[in-house]
């Protein structure tokens, strides 16, 4: 245990003299973490908005008052019908524009949403923020509520697909890369002749970025809840307990990774093949699974960032119990002996 222990120090050393290494372990979750929640954002602001209304109405103008008393959308002016709004839309002096047909017969009206829809997935927001904003009195019976996140922010979204792909990037890229390292310096073969065990070793030289792994899951879990302001509305103890076994299944597919990679450029190039480009586009990170064609659901199937980020956002967003994503946790609990199984076989047959 105390040759154990040493061989963890010396690992960390190591790590900690790396100046580099700690800047991008440290460094790149805070940038993301800024970029997603302020920058990057999908937030609706400042819509541009026409109204069209043929006949002046009460329930028009209650509309048009609502809507530019929110921080959401911009009066832009009137249209006298759809044509010319969708004429000023198309050249760029509009975004949207809510047209309003009175109903004789009844004293509510119907309200048509006229959006640029160029980018089909702002248009629909505008849309859906156009709706909340004005079901607010039951403006011409419309009616929407807007459940776990009624602001609408989109760091509630972000925060827990950050987390997935920094864990992910952090404990497998890192680990496998670090193993090689070792091999192309030929120190590897020093360390396997020593009186420790190999796959203690290689353990050994894991453990530091465990460490490291959930002091990057601390820092990412106080800027979402204190500077995000994204909310933890689950249970702390289930989030932190889904995620250690999602960073040990991180390090294992590391492990696998440096005992198939001979050079760190290959680890380098199959850790962003196989974790960087599937994470972001195949996870649900920043589309939905469920809107991609089936061969690509099928491929996203085998991503284990998916379930974890689907099990973030229930635990921290929606507030749900473990019972709620036992499906997730157990597949992540699967793929982690899947992938230790095969490292450690793939380590013992290239010690053979």
Same mark, same amino acid.
């Not at 310096?185 to 490291?212: D, F, H």
């Given at each position: 245990?105390? +040759?154990?222990?040493?061989?963890?120090?010396?690992?960390? &050393?190591?790590?900690?003299?790396?100046?580099?290494?700690?800047?991008?372990?440290?460094?790149?979750?805070?940038?993301?973490?800024?970029?997603?929640?302020?920058?990057?954002?999908?937030?609706?602001?400042?819509?541009?908005?026409?109204?069209?209304?043929?006949?002046?109405? &009460?329930?028009?103008?209650?509309?048009?008052?609502?809507?530019?008393?929110?921080? /959401?959308?911009?009066?832009?002016?009137?249209?006298? @019908? @759809?044509?010319?709004?969708?004429?000023?839309? %198309?050249?760029?002096?509009?975004?949207?524009?809510?047209? /309003?047909? &009175?109903?004789?017969?009844?004293?509510?009206?119907?309200?048509?949403?006229?959006?640029?829809?160029?980018?089909?997935?702002?248009?629909?927001?505008?849309? #859906? /923020?156009? +709706?909340?904003?004005?079901?607010?009195?039951?403006?011409?019976?419309?009616?929407?509520?807007?459940?776990?996140?009624?602001?609408?922010?989109?760091?509630?979204?972000?925060?827990?697909?950050?987390?997935?792909?920094?864990?992910?990037?952090?404990?497998?890229?890192? #680990?496998?890369?670090?193993?090689?390292?070792?091999?192309? &310096?030929?120190?590897?073969?020093?360390?396997?002749?020593?009186?420790?065990?190999?796959?203690?070793?290689?353990?050994?030289?894991?453990?530091?970025?465990?460490?490291?792994?959930?002091?990057?899951?601390?820092?990412?879990?106080?800027?979402?809840?204190?500077?995000?302001?994204?909310?933890?509305?689950?249970?702390?103890?289930?989030?932190?307990?889904?995620?250690?076994?999602?960073?040990?299944?991180?390090?294992?597919?590391?492990?696998?990774? @440096?005992?198939?990679?001979?050079?760190?450029?290959?680890?380098?190039?199959?850790?962003?093949?196989?974790?960087?480009?599937?994470?972001?586009?195949?996870?649900?990170?920043?589309?939905?699974?469920?809107?991609?064609?089936?061969?690509?659901?099928?491929?996203?199937?085998?991503?284990?960032?998916?379930? /974890?980020?689907?099990?973030? %956002?229930?635990?921290?967003?929606?507030?749900?119990?473990?019972?709620?994503?036992? %499906?997730?946790?157990?597949?992540?609990?699967?793929?982690?002996?899947?992938?230790?199984?095969?490292?450690?076989?793939?380590?013992? @047959?290239?010690?053979?």
């Amino acid at each position: 245990m105390k +040759q154990f222990a040493l061989f963890v120090i010396k690992e960390a &050393r190591h790590i900690v003299r790396d100046k580099r290494t700690m800047l991008i372990l440290f460094g790149m979750p805070t940038v993301m973490m800024l970029l997603f929640g302020f920058a990057i954002s999908t937030d609706v602001k400042n819509v541009r908005t026409l109204i069209v209304a043929t006949q002046p109405d &009460r329930q028009m103008q209650q509309a048009a008052d609502r809507l530019s008393a929110s921080t /959401y959308f911009t009066m832009v002016g009137t249209a006298a @019908s @759809s044509s010319e709004a969708e004429r000023l839309i %198309r050249s760029g002096r509009a975004d949207m524009a809510i047209v /309003y047909h &009175r109903n004789p017969t009844s004293p509510q009206g119907r309200f048509l949403f006229m959006t640029d829809g160029a980018d089909p997935n702002m248009a629909q927001q505008w849309a #859906t /923020y156009a +709706q909340q904003v004005m079901a607010g009195r039951q403006t011409a019976g419309v009616s929407t509520k807007m459940l776990y996140n009624p602001q609408m922010k989109s760091a509630y979204n972000f925060v827990p697909a950050i987390m997935g792909m920094l864990l992910m990037l952090v404990c497998a890229m890192m #680990t496998s890369v670090s193993i090689v390292r070792e091999k192309e &310096r030929g120190t590897m073969e020093v360390l396997l002749v020593s009186p420790v065990r190999p796959l203690v070793v290689v353990i050994a030289k894991a453990v530091p970025y465990l460490v490291l792994a959930f002091a990057i899951l601390i820092i990412i879990l106080l800027m979402a809840r204190h500077v995000l302001g994204v909310p933890i509305a689950g249970s702390l103890f289930w989030i932190v307990a889904v995620s250690i076994v999602y960073i040990l299944l991180a390090l294992s597919l590391g492990l696998l990774i @440096s005992c198939v990679a001979k050079t760190q450029l290959v680890a380098l190039l199959a850790s962003a093949m196989l974790l960087l480009m599937p994470v972001v586009m195949l996870s649900g990170m920043l589309f939905p699974v469920e809107s991609m064609p089936r061969v690509l659901q099928w491929i996203a199937a085998v991503i284990p960032p998916r379930y /974890y980020i689907d099990a973030m %956002r229930k635990l921290m967003i929606m507030g749900a119990g473990i019972a709620d994503i036992a %499906r997730e946790a157990g597949i992540l609990v699967g793929m982690t002996i899947l992938f230790l199984i095969a490292a450690l076989a793939k380590f013992n @047959s290239r010690l053979d």
